[in-house]
Every structure is written in C-alpha cells, then in structure tokens.
C-alpha cells in the first residue's frame, strides 16, 4: 500500500526524533552498517541478480542512491528509512515473512549514517592489501601497538603479565599441544624474563611434537580421515599424508610451496615423493562405491568439494552457494565457482569407485567394499621401518633364547641340513615346477546342458597358434592360454613327502600375445586371488589353506577388512603400464602341508585376461616373500613356529614384522590425466544439465583479470592464492592463526570473511599481520613467535568484571582469553600428566584406542569391528587417532571434533555433561588416572603428594581449599574401597598398563583422586 500523508509526516517526525539521538563517533560502514545491511537486506538486494527483487540494490552506494532507497544527509527522504520504519506489513522492511527485524539501535543507526553522508567503503576483505603504519613509539611489538592503541583509546589498561608458571603451560599447550614436565616449568622459573621466554618458543619449536599438534589444526582444514564417508565410509591409504603436514610444520615449509605441493605437487617438474604424497590433499574429498551411485553425480560432487575447501582454506569464503546461483552477500559468482573447478577437471578420479558398473575402469576390476581408491602409490614409511626394526631385534633375541635348548639347537640343525640338502639341488632356482594335471574352465558361453567345457592338457611342446578357448604346457611347468582365455585354472601337483612351504606365481609376456603378460597383448590392470587346498587321498572335500604372507615385485595389493587388520595379502592387482614384463609374486603357506601318498595339492587362479603363468612350489620358505631363501633359525621359527604353541609371542611378531611391508605403505596421490574433462556452469547445480557454458580455469573475476593465453592449471592456482593479487589467502590465514592463541580470531567468523562474517575487532592488526605474513615469505613460525612473545599474548587470562559493560567478550584484549583444549589435545593432556604418553613413535599408521563395543554394529558395505590397540600404539597422541566419518569416534565427537566431511575452519566449542562423563568412565582416562596415582612419589605424607598430584597436572600448587577438599575425597574413597575391594580391583585393571606393584585399596582411592583432577575444568583449559 502507499503511505497516507498523515502517516508519512508522523514518520518523518520519527526520523527527525531518531536523527537527533546521540550515536557516539564517525560511523563506519564495514563495522557499523555493512552487517545490518549483509545480514537483513541482501539477500533480496545484494549481488544475486537472479534473485534481487524490485531491481534494487544496496551493496552499491550508486545503486541505492539512484533508486532513491538512500539520500545522503537526508534519511528523512531516504526510502530505506521509510520502509524500516513504518508498521504496514505490506511496506514495512524487512518483510514479516523473512523472520527478521531490525532493533531500535540499528534502526537509529542506519538515520545516523545517512544523516553524516552514507558513505560506503570496499569490503574489509577485498581490497588490497596495504601495511598500516605501526602506531606509537618504536621497539614495542607491533602486536602490542596495535592492540594497545585500542585500549588507550578506551582508557582500558592492559592485564598484567601472567605468573611464570601460567605462561609456561601456555606456551607449551599452546606450541606442542601437550603440558610442561616439573622439570620444564622449574627450568623456566629460573629465568622466566623475555630473554628466557624466548628460549622455551625455541625450544618448543624444535621438537618433532610441535608438527604433530599444527598437523592436528590444518588436518580439519584439509578434512583428512581415514574413511571416505559416503555410503559404506570405507577405509582409505593415506596417513603418510598426515606424515607430511606434520613433517612441513617441523620444517617450518613456508606456506606458499606447502600450498603449491598440496594441490599441484604432481604437476611440478621432477616432483619428489614428498610432493607426490602431497598432492593426496586433492583426494579427501568423500568417495562412493555405492553399487546404485551414478558416476557422473558424484563426479561433480568431488569437484564441488574441492572449491568449496580452496574457498574455506584459502579465502575465507564461503563458495558452497555459488554451486547454484550467484553469492546472495558477496561477490562470488557462479561462473567464478566452476571456473574454479576446471582447475581439478584433470584429476584422475572415477565417480564409482567398484567394479559395480561395467566399463567403469579396467583398473577397478575385482574391487568390492573395502578396497584401495586408486590412484596410490608404494612409499616409504619411516614409522614402518622404525618398527620393523625393532620387532626384527626382538624376534632375534626370541630365536637365540630359543636355540640355547640343546634340543631345540638338534631339532634346528636337523631341519637346516635337510633344507640345504634341498637348495643344493639347484641353487640357482629352488622351486619346483607343477607339471602335472592342469584343468581350465572356458569363458565361451556354455554349450547345452549348462556343461561348462573343460579342456586337459599335458606336458608339451609350444605350438605356432592355440584354438580360442584352449592352453598348452610348455617346458618347466609354464602354461600358455589362448585368445579368449581361461575363466578359472587349477593347477594340481603331486609329490610324496614333498612339503610345500611356499608357491611362486609368475605372469610371463609370450610373442603369442604381443609380448605381454594379457591375453591378446595390449596394456591392462589385472588383478587375482589364487586359493590354496588340500585333496587327501580317500576323503571327499578339499582343505584349504591359510596364507602366512605374501608379496610381489610390483603390485598393488587387494585386502578384505579382516585382511587389512592382520596384515596379510589376499590377492594381486598389477598395474596396466606394466603389462610388458614379466612379474612374480609369492605366497607363504601358514602350516605348510607335506603330501601323502595320492594327495593333491591344487592351486586355483580365477583370472581370464592371463596371458601366460608359472606356478612353482618350495619345500623351504624364505623369512619374507621375495627374499633369498636361507636356512636360518628366523626362517626355521618361521615354519615351526606355526606348528607348535610354544612359540605365540616369536609369531605374534613375526605377523608384527610381516605387516610391516619392508616399511612401505600405500598412500593415494592425485594423477593428472592427458585431456582434462570439461566442466559446465550447472544451472541450479543440476547435475544432468548439460545447457551451461563450459568454464575454463580462472581465479574469482572480481580478484582477477582473466587474460588470454593457454588453459591455467593447478600450479597456477596455487602461484595465484599465494600472490600479492590476492589480498585473502594472508588475512584468512592470520585470522585463524590468531584464534589458536587467543581462542577467538580479530574476525570471530574465521571460515567467512564475506559479508555475512564480521569485520574484525583489530582491522589493522590484521592487515599489518597479513602483510608481514606474505613480505617474511609466507613464514608461519616467524608468525607464531611474534604472537606468543607479545604482552597481549602474555598478559594474566583473570576476567576483569569492570570491563563487563564496556567489552563483554573481551574483543579488545585487556586480558587473555582462556580456551577449552581441542578433543585430542584433551585426550594427549590426560595421557602426558599420567606419563603413559607415547612419544616415541611420531608419524605412522592411525591408532585404534579403546572404544565402546558394538559402536560399529550400524557401518556396513562391509560390516567390521573395531579392534583396540593392543600395544604401544594404544597411547599415542590424538592427531593420530583413527578418523571414521560417519562413526567418530565418541571421545572426539564428545569434546567437539568435526567428522571433516568437509573443510572446517574452526570448531565448535561446547561444554556438556558427556564430557564430564567421557573424562570419568572413557578407559583412556580411567587407565590414565590409575596411571597416574602409581606414579605418585611413595614417600611423604597426603599432602605431599596432592602437591606433587598438582604440579604434574596444572603446573602450580593447590590452594588451602582444594586440598582440604581433595583430602576429604580421598578419605571417603579409602572407606568405600576397603568395603568394596573387588571395585578397587576393577578400577586397577582397566586399560593395558600393567598393574602397579602396591595394586591395593589405598591406590584405588587415590586413582579416583586422580580420577577428579583430570576431570577439573581447570586440567582441559589453557589459561
């Protein structure tokens, strides 16, 4: 409806009455009226032209004016004074319908704003980046400057400095993620001035767990799990991954070659292994292999998934939107969203990952559920071959204990003279070759009857040319197939008392099929599963066969979920690129048979793309697969061991060191393809509509000038993130480094620096900081130095209730903000007080501790359970924990981990009565705190040992009341578990920490003292 003259003049008056009103200083756009704007009136009249109603706009000053909606000096002629203050629902603004209203302050400012000229000033984040002038007098850190202009403005005074032993466990929680030693916090008392200050940054920089806690905080941003969450959120190769961002923060790799390797290290010239390993960031998108998934959906998935990361990562920016329409706050359009994603278009990926869908890829061929997500590659581990290590000096020590029983030494120097005996008849080659009965099935359709043929062949001659479906025996057991292949080969062998400890499996190129190992020549992926059985003479079913291990010169092995845990290879995948040469594998054989009279040892290949194979058998195993074989007392345990119960530890790690895989692993690494796929601008983000114009690779156009010239790629990407023409990767950067130290970043929305984030409470700060991020040549320790050695940093975090009114959330800094520890950090902070951390063992495989049983029972394609730790690894820090998506683990959930679905930028930060309880009842915790009482001084009084009790897990002494209140405590504990010693008893056995040797009533209660402290709020909070 129009207004009624009465009623206009009444609101004229109105804005006469606000304009006068006193609104203290110069308005300023970003800070004052940009997120009254942003967050009530863009979304219908901000930068989305497909959705601006009445073809109005008021993110751009001459868009507004032009449209009458503002009059600068003249709100009482501005419309859009006229519209938020009237009480017509069919006028008033925003509309009822929108769910938002604009209080009396905004309404009053908006008057005020256009009454001193409306002026509007570029985006905060947008413009370039400029170093401001560093207030004050010269020599103070340019933090402190900063800040300390804010305050001075305010007529606010600083905090005072914390007391030394605050700042210690500070900057220890802060640096590394873990509390200080008594001993480190009494070396800093001694000289806790700036000089010594230094010394313990240094010094907390230095050390290898620094990496592990940084590692921890960019693995959100780059959303690293150990599953790929869609569907049946099944397991994934890739921690050596996290080996490398825990490596580049030790090594302090500037951010611009971190970025650079990340999402283009296999694009660089002579790319090392590391870079390779790197480029693995380009694959923590989730992935299906979803049996009714199509493809091409969820290929543009995985590559919306990758925009949205770069924008979160690197800009700030929240790109999720611009999938379907234009930015509705800010000025991403679009276009600039798949322009983007035509940088990832040459990533090698399938939208399926299985072998569900034929023509999918030969190289998914056999892949069901819990298979690898190629493209991967083999690497070294040094965790791997740290391990293999130490579990090769055990199993020695194991076999020389072993072999000082002069019956065992006989039963050894038996079986070796008889294993020589046996390598002597043909030291060049030991095996032998099965040269008896040979039955294939065919793979031409069945004649009538469903009788599938069958053809036998004997020990013969090569022939010029084989019928289709058939296969001929040449010299030494070898077996050469026709064109159309074999669907399944059984390959018999027959040999009284020969013991079979080890079969040879060898793909051999033949001139019949173009010199490769594939029928019919050409290059393609194979993969098998050979079986293993036993046919005894007289007895109706077969025996099958358990593998002890098994390896190959170049292969990329196939595991079930059981197979995965323990460690053993189940099939064989070879690679199409190696189709040419001939390859080998060998399978150890766990209880190797010896034959009978008329027994039949038969091994079954189920594979129809063999061009030629060899099967031979050993009587003596070699210690590991392609070893050399010798008869030596590893490899004789190797085989006895396997027979006798005697020997279960020499087994167990003898699967330990097995597992180890020469210490290399598997990791999945982006592959560029030759022709990049071509990415369309999807309207509304409609995956099967193919109208939209193809989008060539470009930066967002509003940062960028697009100039002609050849297809960007992903190098160029990241050359661009990290230029001097982007003003956000810097200001994104700094702000979230600024929330790890302060629990709050200068813009407190650190995942959106657009206009529906905050302008930050320090703009200059921020921008000063950002330049000297980029001008130190992207130096992230340089930038932590200056933060955790300014005042502001090392002020006292005690709230100051004066200051309740004037900065409720402390914003300007008068004092320093204390923050709840990250969940592994939680978790790493109970462990380390308890001294039961597991420090020794940095990068590696994720670790497994205790979780609730049957917490899987709902995960399925594959079901799995979940087995714990049962050694060393049990103890290791957080950032190691396995991370399944769709079941986190409820320790990390608890204490609010994100399932890095997708990039996350900054966690949530609750407090629930969960946590308490995680703290109290999870195992880790109870484990840690029966831990911790064994370890308490046994001299001394009670007192003394709270003392000791507070020192180790706070960094200070208790105050007069919490003793008094621990000492009461533990006086009701020492009564309830003398009543009740079989609860004393239960609390001392939980978790693998062997027991104390005082296992009594008395440690019981003071377990569950610790039990109390490790649950103070105090204990999971760094002040």
């Not at 929240?318 to 990533?347: N, Q, R, V, W």
């Not at 869908?357 to 493209?375: I, M």
């Not at 194991?398 to 030291?427: C, F, T």
């Amino acid at each position: 409806m129009r207004l009624t003259p009465v009623l206009f003049l009444a609101l004229t008056a109105s804005v006469h009455a606000a304009a006068t009103a006193p609104v203290p200083g110069k308005l300023r756009y970003n800070r004052d009226i940009r997120p009254i704007l942003s967050d009530n009136c863009f979304h219908c009249h901000g930068p989305d032209k497909n959705h601006r109603e009445a073809d109005l706009r008021l993110d751009i000053r001459a868009d507004a004016i032009t449209a009458k909606a503002i009059q600068p000096g003249k709100p009482e002629a501005s419309s859009i004074i006229e519209r938020i203050q009237t009480h017509d629902e069919d006028d008033i603004m925003p509309p009822p319908e929108s769910k938002k209203t604009l209080t009396d302050a905004q309404k009053q400012t908006l008057v005020e704003w256009i009454k001193q000229g409306a002026e509007y000033e570029p985006h905060w984040a947008y413009t370039p980046l400029v170093r401001p002038s560093v207030p004050g007098k010269a020599g103070v850190n340019p933090i402190d400057a900063f800040i300390q202009a804010e305050l001075s403005e305010k007529k606010i005074t600083p905090a005072p400095q914390a007391d030394p032993r605050a700042i210690i466990r500070r900057l220890s929680l802060d640096l590394v993620g873990l509390p200080p030693s008594v001993s480190e916090v009494d070396a800093f008392l001694k000289d806790p001035s700036s000089t010594g200050i230094q010394a313990q940054t240094a010094r907390l920089m230095k050390s290898p767990h620094f990496g592990e806690r940084w590692a921890a905080w960019w693995l959100d941003v780059a959303r690293f799990s150990d599953t790929v969450g869609f569907h049946g959120d099944q397991n994934q190769r890739i921690y050596p991954y996290r080996d490398y961002v825990i490596n580049a923060f030790n090594a302090n790799k500037r951010f611009d070659q971190f970025t650079l390797e990340q999402l283009a290290g296999d694009l660089l010239p002579e790319a090392t292994t590391e870079q390779r390993i790197a480029s693995g960031f380009n694959r923590l998108n989730m992935m299906t292999r979803e049996g009714g998934a199509q493809a091409k959906e969820y290929l543009m998935k995985y590559q919306a998934d990758r925009v949205r990361t770069v924008g979160g990562a690197w800009l700030g920016a929240t790109l999720g939107c611009c999938e379907c329409h234009d930015h509705k706050f800010d000025p991403f359009t679009a276009h600039d969203f798949y322009a983007m994603s035509a940088y990832f278009a040459d990533i090698k990926q399938f939208g399926v990952y299985s072998s569900y869908r034929a023509g999918e890829s030969e190289e998914l061929k056999g892949f069901t559920n819990d298979h690898p997500f190629p493209p991967e590659i083999l690497v070294d581990s040094p965790y791997l071959e740290k391990k293999q290590t130490r579990v090769a000096t055990q199993m020695l020590a194991i076999a020389e204990g072993v072999l000082r029983d002069p019956a065992k030494r006989q039963a050894y120097e038996d079986w070796r003279a008889a294993s020589m005996v046996a390598l002597h008849k043909n030291q060049e080659d030991p095996w032998l070759p099965l040269l008896a009965e040979v039955e294939s099935k065919s793979v031409e359709p069945p004649p009538a009857k469903d009788q599938a043929k069958k053809t036998k062949g004997k020990d013969k001659e090569p022939k010029a040319a084989l019928p289709p479906a058939e296969f001929r025996l040449g010299s030494g057991g070898q077996v050469f197939f026709g064109p159309k292949g074999m669907q399944s080969t059984s390959f018999s062998f027959r040999s009284k008392g020969q013991r079979i400890a080890a079969v040879k499996i060898e793909l051999l190129p033949t001139p019949e099929h173009q010199d490769s190992i594939v029928r019919g020549g050409g290059e393609t992926a194979m993969n098998f599963k050979p079986t293993f059985s036993l046919k005894k003479a007289g007895v109706k079913n077969e025996t099958s066969f358990t593998l002890l291990q098994a390896d190959a010169d170049l292969k990329e092995p196939i595991y079930s979920s059981t197979e995965e845990r323990i460690g053993t290879v189940s099939g064989w995948k070879t690679r199409a690129a190696d189709a040419h040469k001939a390859h080998s594998s060998v399978w150890l054989i766990e209880k190797a048979p010896v034959l009978g009279e008329d027994d039949v040892f038969i091994v079954r290949v189920p594979n129809h793309m063999l061009g030629s194979v060899r099967i031979r058998v050993a009587g003596v195993a070699p210690l590991q697969p392609l070893q050399p074989f010798d008869a030596n007392p590893q490899a004789w345990l190797a085989q006895v061991g396997y027979e006798s119960s005697e020997y279960a530890e020499w087994r167990r790690l003898y699967s330990e060191f097995m597992q180890c895989n020469g210490g290399k692993t598997w990791t999945q690494v982006t592959v560029a393809v030759k022709d990049p796929m071509p990415i369309r601008r999807l309207p509304r983000g409609n995956w099967m509509d193919e109208t939209g114009e193809i989008c060539d690779p470009a930066p967002p156009g509003f940062l960028h000038a697009v100039e002609a010239g050849p297809r960007s790629s992903r190098i160029d990407l990241a050359r661009w993130l990290c230029s001097p023409e982007n003003p956000l990767t810097a200001r994104a950067f700094m702000n979230r480094l600024w929330k790890q130290f302060f629990g709050v970043g200068l813009s407190a929305a650190t995942d959106d620096l657009g206009a529906q984030g905050e302008t930050p409470s320090h703009p200059e700060l921020l921008d000063w900081l950002a330049c000297e991020f980029r001008d130190s040549g992207w130096d992230v320790q340089h930038m932590m130095k200056l933060i955790v050695t300014s005042h502001t940093y090392l002020q006292d975090s005690k709230t100051r209730p004066e200051l309740k009114e004037v900065d409720p959330n402390n914003r300007l800094l008068a004092f320093q903000n204390p923050r709840r520890l990250d969940a592994e950090f939680v978790r790493d902070n109970a462990l380390s007080i308890a001294g039961i951390l597991n420090l020794d063992d940095i990068g590696g495989p994720s670790a497994k501790p205790y979780q609730p049983a049957n917490y899987y029972e709902n995960l399925q394609f594959p079901s799995r359970d979940y087995v714990a730790d049962a050694d060393a690894g049990q103890w290791r820090r957080g950032v190691y924990m396995h991370w399944q998506r769709t079941f986190l683990h409820p320790m990390l959930a608890n204490f609010d981990a994100p399932n890095r679905d997708e990039c996350t930028c900054s966690r949530n930060v609750s407090n629930t009565p969960q946590q308490a309880l995680t703290l109290l009842n999870d195992p880790t915790f109870v484990e840690a705190a029966r831990s911790l009482a064994a370890s308490l001084p046994a001299e001394g009084n009670d007192d003394t040992r709270i003392n000791a009790l507070y020192l180790r897990a706070l960094a200070r002494l208790p105050k007069p009341q919490e003793k008094d209140s621990l000492l009461t405590f533990l006086a009701s504990q020492r009564e309830t578990f003398k009543t009740t010693p079989e609860e004393a008893a239960k609390l001392l056995k939980t978790g693998l920490q062997p027991p104390a040797a005082h296992a009594d009533t008395e440690l019981a209660a003071w377990a569950s003292v610790c039990r109390v402290v490790l649950n103070l709020h105090e204990t999971i909070t760094r002040y």
